[in-house]
């Protein structure tokens, strides 16, 4: 019976971890077109801290560990890393260059340096 619950527990993350993969892998041809200013903390709720937390504290999806952005090599990683991060994907994380425009993704990353890591 142990051994069924583990089973239906392992599934079950296997099934959020590909939800979480498909929504950032929408794609398309081009970029979607602006359509009016969505706020940055929104992009970031909506995008990143599914993954990387509300606080940028990073989290753990099953085996595969999210980096924080609050701390450890974020703190000292150039903004073109992070845009390029954004922007390719890669190490798990999906490409957000088919779902953001270059502002969303530039807004992003001010948000992380000012807001999460408290530059200004």
């Known amino acids: 019976m142990a051994a069924m619950r583990v089973n239906e527990n392992f599934f079950c993350l296997v099934i959020v971890c590909l939800a979480l993969s498909a929504a950032g892998c929408a794609s398309s041809a081009q970029k979607p ?3 009016g200013a969505v706020p940055v903390r929104v992009l970031y709720e909506r995008n990143c801290a599914v993954c990387h937390g509300p606080q ?18 974020a ?11 954004i922007n390719d994907g890669g190490n798990g994380m999906p490409p957000f260059k088919y779902t953001l425009d270059d502002k969303q993704i530039n807004d ?10 408290g530059r200004k």
């Open 108 to 117: 992003l990353v001010r948000f992380v340096r000012e807001e999460i890591q």
């Open 33 to 35: 077109a602006p359509t």
């Open 75 to 85: 703190l000292t990683d150039p903004d073109e890393k992070f845009l390029k991060q």
């Open 56 to 73: 940028g504290q990073g989290t753990q999806l099953g085996t595969m560990k999210i980096p924080p952005l609050s701390s450890g090599a």
